[in-house]
């Protein structure tokens, strides 16, 4: 047998393996020769790009997760909210089923929040009251500031229904909190909370309530309606 060949190919293997090795310690070398503020800016450089390539990769998957949620919550909301038109206890138990599994299977996902308060809804309208405090608090603290102001209103709403209108009342306020007469669902959050007032037996604050929604809504198309209230209480506008 012809061991020069082996002798060939196993000297061939050896430089290739070798050559790499080489230039990492070549590599090295050069480096350990630049100037320390040079070799600094190099090494914070390399690492500022690996930080960019996994920031990167991380928000590829977070885009691919979201968009995956979005696709699958699609259609589950569509039948939600046939349920809730029809109104039908089978459709709206078996929706609220595709919910809880949507919610379980995509807790972190931006729409989430979404997901908890349309099963709000269904667990109203099937008067489970407890199960939808607790999807609209979750909606709440999940949710863009549209879904907190839906969730925050439904939630006194279903307090009502359960006869709690103290913490009607607080999750009105609280929803009120920090929010102006430019913010989503403003004066009906104002009307709910006044409302509860009058229900409470509290006069004074029912007043004082309508009468900032005249301030600060003062071209809204229910100032009549609130100013009815007003009326019924003693106070003209």
Same mark, same amino acid.
């Given at each position: 047998?012809?061991?020069?060949?082996?002798?060939?190919?196993?000297?061939?293997?050896?430089?290739?393996?070798?050559?790499?090795?080489?230039?990492?310690?070549?590599?090295?070398?050069?480096?350990?020769?630049?100037?320390?503020?040079?070799?600094?800016?190099?090494?914070?450089?390399?690492?500022?790009?690996?930080?960019?390539?996994?920031?990167?990769?991380?928000?590829?998957?977070?885009?691919?997760?979201?968009?995956?949620?979005?696709?699958?919550?699609?259609?589950?909301?569509?039948?939600?909210?046939?349920?809730?038109?029809?109104?039908?206890?089978?459709?709206?138990?078996?929706?609220?089923?595709?919910?809880?599994?949507?919610?379980?299977?995509?807790?972190?996902?931006?729409?989430?929040?979404?997901?908890?308060?349309?099963?709000?809804?269904?667990?109203?309208?099937?008067?489970?009251?407890?199960?939808?405090?607790?999807?609209?608090?979750?909606?709440?603290?999940?949710?863009?500031?549209?879904?907190?102001?839906?969730?925050? /209103?439904?939630? @006194?709403?279903?307090? =009502?229904?359960? &006869? !709690?209108?103290? *913490? %009607?009342?607080?999750? #009105?306020?609280?929803? +009120?909190?920090?929010?102006?007469?430019?913010?989503?669902?403003?004066?009906?959050?104002? /009307?709910?909370? @006044?409302?509860?007032? =009058?229900?409470? &037996? !509290?006069?004074? *604050? %029912?007043?004082?309530? #309508?009468?900032?929604? +005249?301030?600060?809504?003062?071209?809204?198309?229910?100032?009549?309606?609130?100013?009815?209230?007003?009326?019924?209480?003693?106070?003209?506008?």
């Amino acid at each position: 047998m012809d061991q020069g060949a082996g002798d060939r190919r196993d000297g061939g293997v050896a430089a290739g393996y070798g050559r790499p090795r080489g230039a990492v310690k070549r590599l090295r070398a050069w480096l350990a020769g630049l100037p320390p503020a040079i070799r600094w800016t190099i090494w914070g450089t390399a690492t500022l790009l690996g930080v960019l390539i996994a920031g990167s990769a991380a928000w590829t998957w977070f885009q691919y997760r979201e968009s995956l949620a979005q696709r699958t919550l699609a259609p589950i909301a569509q039948t939600a909210n046939q349920a809730l038109a029809g109104g039908e206890r089978g459709a709206l138990a078996a929706v609220a089923e595709q919910l809880k599994r949507f919610v379980g299977d995509h807790p972190r996902s931006r729409v989430s929040a979404e997901g908890w308060y349309l099963l709000g809804n269904v667990q109203f309208q099937l008067q489970n009251l407890d199960a939808a405090l607790a999807a609209y608090g979750e909606a709440g603290r999940h949710g863009s500031l549209s879904v907190v102001a839906l969730s925050g /209103l439904d939630l @006194g709403y279903t307090r =009502e229904a359960k &006869g !709690d209108l103290r *913490g %009607a009342l607080d999750a #009105y306020n609280q929803t +009120l909190t920090g929010r102006t007469a430019k913010d989503f669902l403003y004066g009906d959050l104002l /009307l709910a909370k @006044g409302r509860v007032l =009058e229900q409470t &037996g !509290d006069k004074a *604050g %029912a007043i004082e309530t #309508y009468k900032r929604f +005249l301030r600060d809504l003062a071209s809204s198309t229910r100032v009549d309606e609130v100013r009815a209230r007003l009326a019924l209480l003693g106070v003209s506008a």
